[in-house]
């Protein structure tokens, strides 16, 4: 372990990093949670997270990573044997269909090339043909974390209703909720899932689905075996003020504290924040005349941005540059992309100067790799960002 002077800079796509302002919330004395006062804040935080998944019906937290959010989306709403719909968007689009087929669903995974989003008229057609409504959901990410692409989910919304299908939708937010627009009950979703860790600036250990009346219908006739993800006595025990179990008392506490601060700043603004952070490290990947992995313009991710090096480079040996000279983890390649992109994370707490700091650290580390570039891609990141500050 070396010594560290300064924080690190911790720029994966997730776990972001946490605000002071969130750590100090959680660094409280445990409550009891079966007690008044527990009771009092739950209540509270119930309705205010509804607000950030602009969902009117009901939110519920688990105290798990994200995958478990994903597993409970499916176990509370499905029942073996019953064919569902996803698109190979990326390795997260892939790991949840992973889960989908070890519980005995008939996946139908819409194949895809990694470097676009979902196409809505796939689904269209797939759903038109359906003629007996076998297909129960259909289960999209809107920010792919392995590749940087986002998907529009109005459309897949629209999409399942041209062809007049029945089908569920569930939708992964993990990565892009409070950073990204994002309209649970206006856009017709069903089950939202989504984690503490990344736009969120928790420390990981909180899942979420937030359900709809449709959904809460589907669980009532869901066959598939649940215990701990069971949604329905999590809602019982929620409308007292309480969980079925222990919750993760003291991240529910920064929880609270992380949406006191996304309110304040403003959704709206929070998402524009992003989008000027997002476009400026794109400014300095052109420059470097590197590639994005995200092909469409209209899909590229505010989230993170995914740097495709040129064939025969190997990106971990650049984040490995990186890491060891100046003290900033960014994201890796993960699954068929591994050692072919590095991932810069540009969400949650994240700043202009923590991003002037991000890419000064990317072009130092290429400048001292045998990565062919052009360098100048800070300076026409700082521009963009004078041009459009304040
Ligand atoms: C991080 C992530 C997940 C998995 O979340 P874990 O907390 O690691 O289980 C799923 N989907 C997306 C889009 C993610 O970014």
Request: aromatic share 8%.
């Amino acid at each position: 372990m070396t010594t560290r002077y300064g924080r690190q800079f911790l720029q994966i796509p997730g776990p972001s990093n946490v605000p002071d302002r969130v750590l100090r919330a959680i660094d409280q004395p445990t409550i009891d949670h079966r007690g008044p006062d527990f009771k009092e804040f739950t209540w509270g935080l119930l309705e205010r997270v509804k607000k950030v998944f602009k969902c009117e019906d009901h939110v519920i937290i688990y105290p798990s990573s994200g995958s478990g959010a994903w597993e409970a989306a499916l176990v509370n709403t499905l029942s073996p044997g019953d064919t569902i719909l996803m698109v190979e968007t990326g390795e997260f689009a892939v790991l949840w269909r992973d889960i989908a087929i070890r519980f005995g669903l008939n996946v139908d995974f819409v194949p895809g090339d990694w470097r676009h989003g979902v196409d809505p008229q796939i689904i269209e057609e797939k759903l038109k043909t359906d003629e007996s409504q076998s297909i129960k959901a259909v289960a999209v990410v809107q920010n792919e974390t392995s590749t940087g692409v986002t998907s529009d989910i109005f459309k897949v919304r629209q999409a399942i209703d041209a062809a007049n299908h029945s089908a569920l939708l569930l939708v992964d937010v993990i990565s892009s909720l409070g950073s990204v627009d994002y309209r649970h009950s206006e856009w017709g979703v069903d089950v939202t899932i989504g984690g503490s860790q990344k736009g969120l600036m928790l420390p990981p250990g909180l899942g979420f689905n937030a359900i709809n009346q449709k959904a809460i219908k589907a669980s009532a006739d869901a066959k598939l075996p649940k215990s701990y993800w069971n949604w329905s006595p999590i809602l019982e025990s929620n409308s007292n003020g309480f969980f079925p179990y222990t919750p993760a008392t003291n991240l529910l506490f920064g929880l609270d504290e992380a949406l006191n601060m996304l309110f304040e700043e403003g959704l709206d603004n929070a998402f524009a924040r992003h989008a000027r952070l997002a476009e400026a490290t794109r400014r300095a990947v052109d420059t470097w005349g590197l590639e994005n992995l995200a092909i469409n313009p209209s899909e590229y991710s505010n989230v993170l941005t995914a740097v495709l090096l040129p064939e025969g480079h190997d990106a971990d040996g650049l984040r490995q540059i990186i890491l060891e000279n100046f003290d900033m983890p960014l994201g890796t390649g993960l699954g068929k992309v591994k050692g072919k992109v590095f991932r810069i994370g540009h969400l949650g707490w994240f700043n202009e100067l923590m991003l002037a700091g991000t890419l000064s650290g990317v072009e130092m580390g290429l400048s001292l790799s045998d990565i062919p570039f052009n360098a100048g891609g800070v300076q026409a990141a700082l521009n963009y960002l004078i041009k459009n500050s304040g």
